[in-house]
């Protein structure tokens, strides 16, 4: 659906309910840079979203909590390109992999055991190291 934005095969963010704002970019640049408005800024609001579920909003807050506004916006600025289009689907594209990553949840990770003949195969090397260490010593009669 080209209304939406995709974020992955269960979640697409409606695009009308994210607010996208064109303002001056700063930096260097000359006159166009003084004269355009070729800065994105896109805005989110997670607590008020409708295309997410409330399981995918407590995980998106908990993980994004330092990038939000106190209103539980995710707020995204894009002012790479010169073009205002390319900064916008530069500002999509970020917000999307931004809330992609926060929803990815890791994979628990299964303790591993060694196996009973590394261990001992280790254990006969030991042995065998300390017996050559042993010989290097001075004999007494």
Known sequence: MK??????????????EVDLAASRAGGPGGQHVNKTSSRITARWNIKASSAIT??????????????LSKEGDLIIHSSASRSQQHNKKSAIDLLAKRVRNALHVPKKRMKSRIPKGA???????????????????????
């Not at 261990?119 to 009669?141: N, T, V, W």
Request: charge should be positive.
């Open 3 to 16: 209304d939406s934005i995709f974020v992955t095969q269960e979640l697409q963010i409606p695009l009308h």
């Open 54 to 67: 409330e399981e995918q909003r407590a995980r998106l807050l908990e993980k994004l909590g330092s990038q």
């Open 119 to 141: 261990k001992e195969a280790r254990l006969h090397k030991k042995k065998q190291r300390s017996e050559i260490k042993k010989m290097r010593g001075k004999l007494f009669d």
